[in-house]
């Protein structure tokens, strides 16, 4: 007898905001180079130098349809490619995230997927938003499948709002995002 089971995916997303204003010159200076090699070498952005936490904000969040929808399509195509997380995105909308979602709200800022990595069905990916890249009141999040540089392209994986995050240009946002897939 064959024994069915569901699939569950726990999101969980956890913004750190950091004040650069506490560097000192030289770890400025060492930053504003690694923002000018970060287009051609992404992984370099995990030497950026981050100053004092100034808070930790934790949400669960909704994983789209959207998203599911892309998964599926390249685990039955080999030939799939760009199937990862690749674009992580701040909005300033106020919608209620629904796993129907296509898109955020309002889409502000997008930035590229600096890590990624899996361990044990738990998939861990991370972005950045420097200080000179964005300012702001950001209300809701959300990260895509195949995205470009453009807003509102790729699949939405997953969509959060209802919180404050306010980026400045002394500010780095930093969005760790885990996803833990599970059989029920």
Not at 119 to 140: D, H, K, Q, R, W
């Amino acid at each position: 007898m064959q024994d069915n089971q569901n699939v569950k995916v726990l999101g969980e997303i956890t913004a750190k905001r950091y004040d650069q204003s506490t560097l000192t010159w030289i770890e400025r200076l060492f930053n504003r180079g690694i923002e000018k090699l970060r287009k051609q070498f992404p992984k370099l952005i995990e030497f950026y130098r981050l100053g004092k936490l100034l808070d930790v904000d934790y949400h669960k969040n909704v994983i789209c349809n959207a998203g599911f929808a892309t998964l599926t399509h390249a685990l039955g195509d080999n030939n799939a490619h760009n199937c990862y997380i690749n674009k992580m995105a701040l909005g300033t909308g106020t919608p209620t995230p629904a796993a129907t979602d296509v898109k955020l709200t309002t889409e502000a800022y997008r930035n590229a997927t600096a890590s990624g990595t899996d361990v044990s069905n738990v998939l861990y990916c991370t972005a950045y938003f420097t200080e000179t890249e964005c300012n702001g009141t950001y209300t809701e999040f959300g990260n895509f499948i195949g995205g470009t540089a453009s807003a509102d392209t790729g699949s939405l994986w997953s969509h959060i709002a209802g919180f404050s995050w306010v980026k400045s240009n002394t500010i780095v946002l930093v969005v760790s995002c885990k996803y833990t897939f599970a059989s029920a």
